[in-house]
């Protein structure tokens, strides 16, 4: 293979790598998660806001699908703050955790690690005391899933 | 370590109102339900469910989880202290374990 052949040819496999519909938007959502969110908040993704003020951190590309680390932190006051879900949205079942909070935990602060089947968003939740509800998302790819 | 069986780790000494991150790691199959590949059995779940947090036994917080937390949980919370006690956490199965493990923490 020459030079220019090379080229070309890399040229069509960066194209190709550019068309794959791999990134959803985050609020892209499956019937499994909608059907949860129901069940467990009692509204729909649609109804939650994004904000910055609730920060989700996990990592971009998981190693194992069995133990991927999340931390959930919020600079929303705690006192405003009633409760946190945890939603992978494509796993068996999306609802991986809830904490109810309380002013004695002085600061929104959770980390856990969590199981992934497959590359997924993942969501935090907040619950407010005026009863809105907020969110942040995270895509996580997952190369070996981790959900049996 | 035997199932149920945990670590509950908190600063030693804190100051007042100082917000502390309490962490712990619990040994848990966390198993979700599923079919022996052998013989296609039904193997039901084996998971925590829920875990107290109290502080000089007040309840702070509630978590639920089931089969979607890791193997052996790793869980890390903040709590926010106003003066020296006792953190308890207190977990539960689904099979029908109950564990509780304490720390105490020094408030200056």
Redesign the interface.
């Known amino acids: 293979m020459n030079r220019r052949k090379f080229l070309a040819l890399s040229a069509v496999a960066v194209m190709g790598l550019a068309m794959v519909p791999g990134v959803q938007p985050a609020h892209a959502s499956t019937p499994r998660l909608e059907e949860e969110l129901k069940k467990r908040l009692g509204v729909s993704l649609a109804q939650i806001k994004e904000v910055p003020d609730v920060k989700l951190t996990a990592p971009t590309i998981a190693e194992s699908g069995a133990n991927v680390p999340v931390t959930v932190e919020s600079t929303i006051p705690i006192e405003r703050v009633e409760h946190l879900w945890i939603f992978v949205d494509k796993n068996p079942v999306p609802w991986i955790a809830d904490v109810k909070l309380t002013p004695m935990n002085g600061q929104v602060f959770f980390s856990t690690r969590i199981k992934m089947g497959e590359t997924s968003n993942v969501r935090a939740i907040l619950k407010l005391k005026d009863g809105s509800y907020v969110m942040a998302t995270k895509e996580v790819k997952v190369t070996a899933g981790g959900c049996g | 370590m035997a199932i149920g069986a945990g670590i509950l780790r908190v600063p030693k000494e804190a100051k007042k109102g100082e917000?502390v991150?309490v962490q712990m790691v619990i040994t848990h199959p966390m198993s979700?339900p599923?079919k022996d590949p052998a013989t296609g059995q039904e193997i039901p779940p084996h998971t925590l469910t829920k875990l107290d947090l109290l502080?000089n036994d007040?309840?702070?917080?509630?978590?639920?989880?089931?089969?979607?937390?890791?193997?052996n949980?790793?869980?890390?919370?903040?709590?926010?202290v106003e003066d020296s006690g006792v953190v308890k956490i207190v977990y539960e199965d689904n099979k029908g374990g109950k564990w509780e493990k304490t720390a105490d923490i020094k408030v200056t």
Not at chain 2, 58 to 71: E, F, H, P, Q, Y
Not at chain 2, 73 to 80: D, E, G, T
């Open positions: 917000v991150r979700p599923r502080f007040k309840l702070v917080s509630t978590i639920n989880m089931g089969a979607g937390v890791s193997a949980p790793f869980i890390a919370i903040a709590l926010k």
